[in-house]
């Protein structure tokens, strides 16, 4: 099982819609989670942190669930610039005991807004 | 310019030959990164380095080697080329004094490299 998975997608939605993913992880003991955006041949860049609580910024909504061990991403009111690749991001205690943990990449969600 | 700066950006080679893509960052993060990114694969973690004198193996080291020249230089070295090296190799970088500086990442633009 891989430490980190998302549903590849694509998931292609209509302005205006609303969308969500999911991210499952394996490793119990983990402790930090995110949320990067990647356009089409960019780099990643840092959407969102998640908090354990729930956050939210404009019409992006983040949540996390330990118990089941995944994290979520809702888009609201989809624009045609959220077309993107959108992944998940889980920190680890690292094994070779250094500070901070080990961060892992999920495959990525591809996501396309269409007019 | 760029906080974090790969070159080249893109790159095609022959097998058996030696690359080198190099990373720069003014950021003045002590930690640095080198991933590669494969369709349906994600970015996986090639080797990272959390100051000048501390270089470690990530999960897919194997065939690559790196130099920490300066906190604001790390640089990938592939010694011989093969097919299967063809991706998208990202530099990145994080602060190292924080729980949270350190686990956000900060990516250069990619390197592109195509081993024919």
């Known amino acids: 099982r891989k430490e980190v998975e998302q549903d590849p997608g694509p998931f292609n939605v209509p302005e205006g819609a609303t969308v969500a993913f999911n991210c499952t992880y394996s490793?119990?003991?983990?402790?930090?989670f995110f949320w990067y955006r990647q356009d089409c041949r960019k780099e990643p860049k840092l959407l969102m942190s998640?908090?354990?609580s729930g956050n939210e910024d404009g019409r992006f909504t983040a949540q996390l669930n330990r118990a089941s061990q995944y994290i979520s991403l809702l888009i609201r009111d989809s624009k045609l610039s959220d077309s993107a690749t959108y992944l998940c991001?889980?920190?680890?205690?690292?094994?070779?005991?250094?500070?901070?943990?080990?961060?892992?990449f999920g495959q990525g969600t591809i996501l396309t807004v269409h007019p | 310019d760029a906080d974090v700066t790969q070159t080249p950006r893109n790159r095609i080679t022959k097998t058996g030959k030696r690359i080198m893509l190099e990373c720069s960052q003014t950021?003045?993060?002590?930690?640095m990164y080198w991933y590669r990114q494969d369709p349906g694969l994600g970015l996986r973690l090639i080797y990272y380095s959390f100051d000048v004198k501390d270089i470690n193996k990530g999960e897919i080291s194997d065939g690559y080697s790196v130099s920490r020249q300066a906190q604001a230089k790390f640089s990938l070295s592939l010694e011989s080329a093969i097919p299967n090296q063809t991706a998208l190799y990202f530099c990145?970088?994080?602060?190292?004094?924080?729980?949270?500086?350190?686990?956000?990442?900060?990516f250069g633009a990619g390197s592109r490299l195509t081993v024919l």
């Open positions: 950021k003045g993060h002590d930690r």
């Open positions: 490793n119990s003991a983990s402790q930090s």
């Open positions: 991001v889980v920190t680890s205690p690292n094994a070779g005991g250094t500070s901070y943990g080990k961060l892992t």
């Open positions: 990145a970088t994080s602060e190292g004094k924080t729980r949270s500086g350190a686990n956000v990442l900060t």
């Open positions: 998640v908090y354990s």
